[in-house]
């Protein structure tokens, strides 16, 4: 079954700094990946996708994330924090494959910016 | 203009009741979906509706039944409502089976069950 897991349930940067948040995906071939992202009391938003084409893919607020199939990694960057950014942050998967497949997110990232 | 919409936001009950919760999407999807957030913010699927066929059946206890009466609509009753329940649902669509389609989400529904 695929799965994701993402390191940290907690991550703190200052405003102005490197966002980080990590994504590792279990998978034989490469799936499909996203990263949504939860404001307090909302539901969630797709920031980005990778969908088997450029493996850097951009997305919304200026965050991006690179698939690397060596490292079965989908880590999700922004080169510099705003207070904005403060969420909960997931990644999920889904195989690259027919038929009724379903999203599977991972636990979780709370993202907190210092000012 | 809401894309998802879902109602009640807010629903407190005591054990025992049963309970429904509404889902509407305006943006003309086929798939749509229900899922169950804890206190710890782990999201799962319960169900998913395509054409208002059910394809994804996850692990729910049989007192939860999705009941879609149009391709726009997708309602969750819950019959004797369990401690265990209280959480957020969230309802979300797609356009297809949702593989790489992005899905949308509803605001949720804060589910407390006394």
């Known amino acids: 079954a695929q799965s994701v897991t993402q390191l940290g349930s907690h991550v703190s940067v200052s405003e102005g700094a490197l966002v980080l948040l990590r994504c590792n995906y279990s998978s034989s071939v490469p799936p499909y990946l996203f990263w949504y992202v939860q404001y307090p009391n909302q539901g969630l938003q797709l920031l980005l996708k990778?969908?088997?084409?450029?493996?850097l893919v951009k997305g919304i607020n200026g965050f991006e994330a690179e698939f690397k199939k060596s490292e079965t990694s989908f880590h999700l960057t922004k080169p510099s924090a705003h207070m904005s950014d403060a969420a909960e942050y997931f990644c999920?998967?889904?195989?690259?494959?027919?038929?009724?497949?379903?999203?599977?997110f991972g636990t979780g990232t709370k993202l907190q910016v210092i000012p | 203009d809401t894309a998802v919409s879902q109602t009640p936001k807010y629903l407190v009950t005591q054990m025992g009741n049963d309970k429904s919760i509404k889902c509407e999407q305006n943006l003309g999807h086929d798939t749509m979906y229900w899922y169950k957030q804890d206190s710890k913010k782990f999201l799962k699927i319960m169900f998913s509706y395509n054409n208002k066929e059910l394809i994804i059946n996850e692990t729910v206890p049989n007192r939860f039944s999705p009941k879609s009466p149009d391709k726009a609509h997708l309602n969750l009753h819950i019959n004797s409502l369990e401690l265990g329940d209280s959480a957020v649902y969230f309802c979300?669509?797609?356009?297809?089976?949702?593989?790489?389609?992005?899905?949308?989400f509803g605001p949720g529904t804060r589910l407390l069950v006394l």
């Open positions: 990778y969908t088997s084409a450029a493996t």
């Open positions: 999920a998967v889904t195989p690259n494959s027919g038929g009724y497949q379903k999203v599977t």
């Open positions: 979300a669509s797609s356009q297809s089976r949702g593989q790489y389609e992005t899905q949308y």
